[in-house]
Every structure is written in C-alpha cells, then in structure tokens.
C-alpha cells in the first residue's frame, strides 16, 4: 500500500508547548499539526530556533523540567504520547520510537564501549539474552551488538564492538547512533540534524543509510534538518516550521517547485542550488520574533512578510489545501481553497 494512503503511525494534533523562564513565558509552539505514515519520510524544516527540535523532545518525552504542554495530542499506535506516563514512555523510547541525536560524541557514553551500550538497548527492552549478568556482554548480546553493527556498515564490527566513542571517527559514532537507535526496529526514527559536523561525503552515507534502512523495514522517519537541499534528496514529503507553527507541508518535489507559503519562498531562494550563483540568492529579511512576546501577531511571519496586513496579524490563517499540499497563510503565492472544502 502507498504511505499515503495509509491511516498515520504518528497523528499530532493541536499541540502548543511553551518554557517558563525568569525571563517570561515562551510559547515555543502552538497548534502543530504533523502526521506521518508507515515507510514514509518526512522532512522537518525551518531556520535553527523554529521549534524543530523542541517538537521531537515533547513527542520523545524528554522536553526540559520548565516545558509545559498546553494544548493538543500526539496518537502513536492508539496512545496519547503526551498524556502517557513516564513508565510507559519509557518502554516506547528505544523499542517502538528512536532517536538520533545531534551530537553523537556527546549522546554517546565516553567511558563504555560501543558494544555495551548496544547491549544496553537490547537488554532494557527484553531483546536478545534479556537476563545476562556479569562483566561480560554475554554470548547472544553480543552477536546482536556486532550484526548492529554490520547493518550500518561499519567495517570489521568485531573488532569494533569493543572500540570506545572517542576511538572512532565522527562519522562512525554517527553509525553507531543509528545502530543505536536501530537495534529494537522501532517504527519511527526521530532524526534530529543526524549530519551535523560531517563533511558532505559522509553525510550523504549517513543519510543512503538511513534512508535505506528505512525502506527495508517499512519504518516510519522523521528528518529534522535546516539543510533544505538535504531534505529534497532524501524525503518524500517535507513540513515546514517557522516560530513555533506548521506553515506548510506537502509533497517534496512539489513543495519545493511550487511553494505556497511566503516564508518557504523565501527559504528556498535563500539556499543554494547546483547552478545558483551569490546573485541569485536572496536571504529571509528580517529575524524570527521574541517567541516571550504578549503581542505576537497571529501569522509570526508578518513582521517578516511584505504580503502581510492586517487580518494576517489579527486573525490565524485557516488551513488550505490543494490536493495534498496544505498551506496556512492569508495570502498563498498560489490559490489553495480551504482544506475543509478539499475534503467535501
């Protein structure tokens, strides 16, 4: 079946999110709709302070102590991740949802070997030799450490089961965080920015790999990234955030040829193509609001949009689609008709 006929693995619906601060309320994010289906890859896009990152957190359950959900849900496999306990969520976190980070030197522990915490993961969700005591890892985890291993090509994973995170290259404790994450075969990989730091030849492995192994396992991804190029090549369809809200999403390739929003216009006019030259590039005006703002307008982008007036500071934009791109803006670059229409 096509992923996008599918009901969704993951439904999130509503969900704002603010910090308590000393110096004031952050409202981080607010009504964030996402949806993503089984064997699909979605891009997570937005210029760095979006709420990208802060959205995969609330879904992992691991957001900072001052982050507050205040509205919304967040369906995965028929629970409310945001409504389940943390004995629960911790079951799911490494067996049903997984998680790259950014950084692998610091997400990995420097003083256990690559192999251990493999086994770590194995044995908190019962996999493999569940019950092995002792200083060794035992026979069986650590035959399933070393197939880990091997499945995300890391060369001679004999050897390298025992190798240490600071004995490695960047680009292999970035494999070992997939194996990682990989090891229970979750249904959704969370990737936060998983090719930070590299250089490009290797995020182009790291990102063959994920994508492949996602595929062959029919796994659901989330790819969060400020690279847009990057997303292009890899995903199936993209979600684009800015201040806190969802402005568009749809399709890769036609989001990136026809984009709605203003902000995403602006977005790819300012990233670099194969054939662009520094004239052709055209940079966001403008800086994203102080999200501890009283007075924020309606659309976040107004202050930033030359299409912007009034209503568009008063009133939020109701969602429209046309087919499967949907669109919140006022003032699309192309006509959308409202999604409830659509869907008549």
Known sequence: MNPAEQPPLLDVRGLSLEFRTRSGVVHALERVDLQIR????????????????????????????????????????????????????????????SMIFQSPRTALNPIRTVGRQIADVLRRHAVGDAHQRGPDLGHNLRQRAVQALREVAISDPERRVDAYPFEMSGGMCQRVMIALALACR????????????????????????????????????????????????????????????????????????????????????????????????????????????????????????????ARCRSEPAQLMAQGRHTVACWHPTQGAVPITEAMA
């Not at 064997?39 to 959205?55: A, F, P, R």
């Not at 662009?276 to 703002?293: E, I, K, T």
């Open 186 to 309: 979750p249904g959704l990989l969370v990737a936060d920015e998983p090719t930070t730091g590299l250089d490009v030849t290797t995020q182009a492995a790291v990102m063959d790999l994920i994508t492949e192994l996602a595929r062959q396992r029919q796994m659901a991804a989330l790819f969060i990234t400020h690279d847009l190029a990057l997303a292009a090549d890899y995903c199936d369809r993209l979600v684009v955030m800015h201040a806190g809200h969802v402005v568009e999403a749809g399709p890769a390739e036609e989001l990136f040829h026809r984009p709605r929003h203003p902000y995403t216009a602006r977005l790819l006019s300012s990233s670099p193509g194969p054939r662009s030259a520094l004239q052709d590039l055209h940079p966001v005006p403008g800086n994203l609001p102080d999200l501890r703002r009283s007075d924020l307008p309606a659309c976040r982008f107004a202050d930033r949009c030359a299409r912007a007036d």
């Open 38 to 97: 089984r064997g699909e890859i979605v891009g997570l896009v937005g210029e760095s302070g979006s709420g990208k990152s802060v959205l995969s957190y609330a879904l992992m359950g691991i957001s900072d102590r001052a982050a507050r959900v205040t509205a919304g849900s967040a369906i995965f496999g028929g629970l409310d991740l945001l409504q389940a306990d943390e004995a629960t969520l911790a079951d799911i976190r490494g067996r049903e949802i």
